[in-house]
């Protein structure tokens, strides 16, 4: 069924917010890929204030071009669906890495990060490094542990003190 000259102006509208708008997005194989899979990984996206989103090749392309995205992101056919994300490109990748050892339906084709094109190696390896809630976390672990180390050897000293003088108080008593 074809699309009328409206629709496609719509959604050549709607492509460009998305590649203009946000920090990145991750082009997927959405061929084989099965409703419940879907809705569950659109879930599963959105708490991690990403979105997903199938698109129409041909009008993707045109906001690609409009857009001036890297000319490696350009070449794709097939069922196709575009990931986006705000800030944290982390924790989408991950979803995408896990749903693709599970089910071996979602492979990734590519993506952008802040202007720079991103093969599928590079989006998986953006899977395995922490989040930035987890790299905050080990950051204060790290600050943390000079000040308890300091409050540990103060405090036993100040136990064997203790320990001694009640030691003593029993010995004499």
């Known amino acids: 069924m074809a699309i009328s000259h409206e629709k496609k102006t719509e959604l ?21 890929i099965d409703t419940t899979t879907v809705t569950a990984l659109k879930k599963e996206l959105k708490e991690q204030g990403a979105n997903f989103t199938v698109i129409k090749n041909t009008i993707f392309k045109i906001a690609l071009q409009d857009t001036k995205q ?6 794709f056919d ?5 990931i986006y994300f705000g800030e944290d490109p982390t924790a989408p990748a991950k979803l995408v890495r896990d749903i693709q050892e599970e089910t071996e339906l979602l492979n990734t084709r590519g993506g952008v990060y802040e202007g ?4 599928e190696e590079k989006v998986m390896q953006l899977a395995q490094i922490p ?13 943390n542990a000079p000040l308890s180390g300091f409050m540990n050897a103060v405090t036993g000293n100040v136990k064997s003190l203790t320990v001694a003088l009640t030691g003593i108080t029993k010995k004499d008593s």
């Open 12 to 32: 050549l509208e709607q492509y460009k917010d998305i590649l203009t708008t946000h920090e990145g997005y991750f082009l997927v194989n959405a061929g084989s």
């Open 70 to 75: 890297p000319v490696e992101i350009q070449d």
């Open 78 to 82: 097939g069922n196709t669906a575009v």
């Open 116 to 119: 720079e094109f991103l093969s």
């Open 131 to 143: 989040s930035k809630d987890e790299l905050l976390g080990m950051l204060v672990g790290t600050m």
